[in-house]
């Protein structure tokens, strides 16, 4: 069965980078899009990024240029770089993909979260 399992999340202070993965299977990774998303204490969960099967990217309009989204072909992991963080990243990280769409990141299977708190 599909699944996503991310990890990396951590307390960082405002400035700081952290690197999450999404550890992917059950499908062929490489074959799909896969997307973060993330839900802040109080808010609607959002879309971060989204990377397709051609190695296409979308960036939410507040990560562009601090966050990348890429993917390791020879096991399927998909990252998220996250640098320059802010505050307003603190947030419960999620990865989710339909297993199938190449070019859309679908939301029909969804790992537990992994948790960024940015704070001084």
């Known amino acids: 069965q599909v699944q996503l399992v991310e990890s990396g999340g951590d307390l960082v202070q405002p400035g700081g980078s952290l690197r999450l993965s999404c550890a992917a299977s059950g499908f062929t990774p490489e074959l799909a899009a896969i997307g973060w998303f993330r839900q802040a204490p109080g808010k609607e969960r959002e879309g971060v990024a989204c990377?397709?099967?051609?190695?296409?990217?979308y960036y939410v309009d507040s990560v562009k240029g601090r966050f990348t989204a890429s993917r390791d072909k020879n096991n399927g992991t998909v990252y998220l770089q996250m640098n320059n963080l802010k505050s307003d990243d603190t947030a419960v990280y999620y990865c989710?993909?339909?297993?199938?769409?190449?070019?859309?990141?679908?939301?029909?299977?969804w790992g537990k979260g992994t948790l960024v708190t940015v704070s001084s």
């Open positions: 990377l397709g099967s051609d190695g296409g990217t």
């Open positions: 989710a993909t339909d297993a199938t769409n190449r070019y859309v990141c679908g939301m029909e299977y």
